[in-house]
């Protein structure tokens, strides 16, 4: 039984929600202050992967990084990084892929808190940021939790987007959504088993976490 | 010495009303603010404080603009460095009371001598939510006066306090306001509860 498939998907979904919690932090924290037109049309290009079916996104990330042309030949020519059929290309997939799902619940939590919690802090002269790190994050945790685990979850069951800009090369960019497939398509009914196992306990455990985490009262991971 | 001259337009619920103040406030001096609800005291004390950037007009605090629209100098709250006690508290959750302290200033004696004048000693590990309001009020004081402010603003500061509570509290402020040489604005429905807190009057709307 090759397991490489579930630690490629482990580590896929590791990497992609660590860079996400670094992406997502700041962009949640700008989109959750104010409202202005430009706002809406960066939140609605986040919230797209949530609408979009995977196979277009990943069409359009297979063409828009095609090392044959524009952006993918540039960053092929010039960095020597290739994301078609590549680890790195997977993890670009899945962090646009599962944005909305980092983002989403740290932005609705941060408008929730109360204005004064902010204010409070800048009267003790507290800098935005000493604000952000000191104050207004530590008061999110639920839903920093929650949005890590549905990025980490969301990430785990990608099949579409990865399929279209990794392809499905063996200890590459063969993770465990596309290896069930692949396995039913060879009529191996058991190795599509064990592989869809795996996901299904990890996820629940997961949630089950989240659930534990947050006392059963606070926020559930569906809303 | 504080000099304010303010207009700012307010939604109220008849429509929209105009907040005119111009007034100076003396430093070290106390001025107790009422009016009617919606007439604007809150929103005067979040202009001063620089929550609140108004339409017009000028703030300037012992010699230094804070606010001057028309050159459109507009200091940041964190700088003004104004104390402030907000009308609903918000004090951190994820704080104890010592950590709300602690995250204003870095003096453990200041710390101690203000937990004794809030009567707080004994709940030092507690977070908001396990203190009465009372005590979540007396901590809002404590916490804004732990930054020594030389401007402090107060949002209806004793609306949850027993009458010997806030007597005694009044008394431990004078002594402590006139200490630190500071100027107060003190928002309050009710004038009579500021009884021992004498200085100037201001009535909004």
């Known amino acids: ?223 | 010495m504080i000099t304010v001259a303010i207009g700012h337009k307010l939604n109220a619920y008849n429509g929209q009303q105009l907040l005119r103040i111009r007034q100076d406030f003396p430093e070290g001096s106390i001025t107790r603010i009422s009016g009617p609800s919606g007439a604007g005291k809150t929103t005067f004390l979040k202009i001063i404080a620089g929550f609140i950037r108004p339409d017009k007009g000028t703030i300037i605090a012992n010699g230094i603009t804070w606010l001057d629209t028309d050159a459109h100098i507009s200091v940041p709250p964190e700088k003004r460095l104004a104390g402030f006690v907000f009308q609903g508290y918000a004090l951190f959750p994820n704080m104890t009371v010592q950590q709300h302290l602690e995250y204003a200033t870095s003096d453990p004696a200041w710390i101690n001598r203000l937990l004794k004048m809030g009567k707080l000693e004994t709940f030092t590990g507690q977070k908001p939510a396990y203190l009465s309001g009372g005590q979540q009020q007396r901590l809002a004081i404590l916490r804004a006066l732990a930054t020594r402010p030389k401007l402090l603003l107060m949002d209806e500061p004793f609306s949850a306090l027993d009458q010997p509570m806030r007597t005694e509290l009044i008394h431990e402020l004078k002594l402590l306001f006139k200490e630190l040489g500071t100027t107060v604005l003190i928002v309050s429905h009710y004038p009579q509860e500021l009884e021992g807190l004498s200085g100037q009057d201001l009535v909004i709307g």
């Not at chain 1, 202005?36 to 990943?58: N, Q, R, Y």
């Not at chain 1, 003790?124 to 945790?141: A, D, M, S």
């Open chain 1, 1 to 223: 039984m090759d397991l490489t498939p579930i630690w490629l998907t482990l580590k896929l979904a590791g990497i992609t929600t660590f860079v996400l919690l670094a992406i997502g932090l700041p962009v949640a924290r700008w989109l959750s202050r104010g409202r202005s037109f430009f706002k809406i049309i960066i939140e609605a290009i986040i919230t797209m992967p949530l609408v979009l079916p995977p196979s277009v996104l990943g069409f359009y990330l297979l063409m828009a990084f095609s090392p044959r042309q524009g952006v993918g030949k540039w960053l092929h020519d010039v960095f020597d990084i290739q994301f078609v059929f590549s680890f790195q290309g997977l993890v670009l997939a899945s962090v646009i892929y599962s944005m909305p799902f980092m983002i989403g619940p740290i932005k609705s939590a941060l408008q929730q808190l109360p204005v004064s919690l902010s204010e409070a802090s800048a009267s003790l002269g507290k800098t935005r940021w000493q604000t952000f790190i000191h104050v207004l994050l530590p008061n999110i945790k639920p839903s920093l939790l929650t949005a890590m685990v549905l990025t980490f979850a969301h990430t785990l069951g990608e099949f579409g987007v990865v399929l279209m800009i990794g392809g499905n090369i063996p200890g590459v960019t063969r993770v465990a959504s596309i290896a069930v497939y692949d396995s039913v398509e060879q009529m191996d009914y058991h190795t599509a088993n064990v592989y869809s196992l795996i996901l299904f306990s990890v996820t629940f455990a997961l949630v089950i976490a989240v659930f534990v985490f947050n006392k059963y009262n606070a926020k559930s991971p569906l809303t």
